[in-house]
């Protein structure tokens, strides 16, 4: 998301929630969002996947 996106935290989720489900449709639905201020990287820059499943699921993560 953009630095100067405008509204609150739960009119952002309502609004990316419903955008996704409009546009890429049910198979990607899902119900919450949580808004982090960085998305941990590898090395070589890519968003770190198993560290974001770690963190969902509430387990130790690198």
Known sequence: M???CEGS???I???VVKTVREVVGPVA???QI???PKLPKTRS?????SSI???AA???YK
């Open 2 to 4: 953009l630095p100067d």
């Open 13 to 15: 989720q309502a609004s």
């Open 53 to 55: 499943s770690s963190m």
């Open 29 to 31: 639905a899902f119900r």
């Open 45 to 49: 820059g890519k968003v770190a996947r």
């Open 34 to 36: 949580v808004i982090v």
């Open 58 to 60: 509430g387990k130790p």
């Open 9 to 11: 935290e739960d009119e």
